[in-house]
């Protein structure tokens, strides 16, 4: 195999690295949008930014890659919590919010 394959591949292989992260970025952001609408309280920035990344096993027992990220919300339009969503490979295993005061 020559260099210029290999080099090939390894750029293919990062190509698809990025845009399954940015895909799964979009995923985290639509779910703390949802989770926000829902809990009628508002997401700060409308973004998340990545938190963590390992790799962890599905419920069955599948290695997928672990995605954490975090966003902050507020409940009463002058203050900033914490948001956590788990992603594992493109699905949402977890979302926590920060305890807050529903009004």
Do not use: K
């Not at 394959?5 to 895909?23: C, G, H, N, P, Q």
């Not at 002058?78 to 529903?102: K, Q």
Request: hydrophobic share 45%; net charge neutral.
């Amino acid at each position: 195999m020559s260099w210029d394959a290999v080099a090939l591949v390894v750029l293919v292989a990062a190509a698809f690295a990025w845009i399954d992260s940015l895909r799964a970025r979009e995923r985290a952001v639509a779910a703390g949008r949802d989770a926000c609408r829902r809990y009628n309280i508002q997401l700060l920035d409308d973004t998340v930014s990545i938190a963590g990344l390992s790799l962890a096993r599905d419920e069955d027992g599948r290695l997928r890659l672990r995605r954490e990220y975090r966003f902050e919300f507020s409940d009463t339009g002058d203050n900033r919590r914490h948001g956590t969503i788990i992603m594992l490979g493109s699905a949402i295993a977890d979302l926590e919010l920060e305890p807050y005061v529903l009004r």
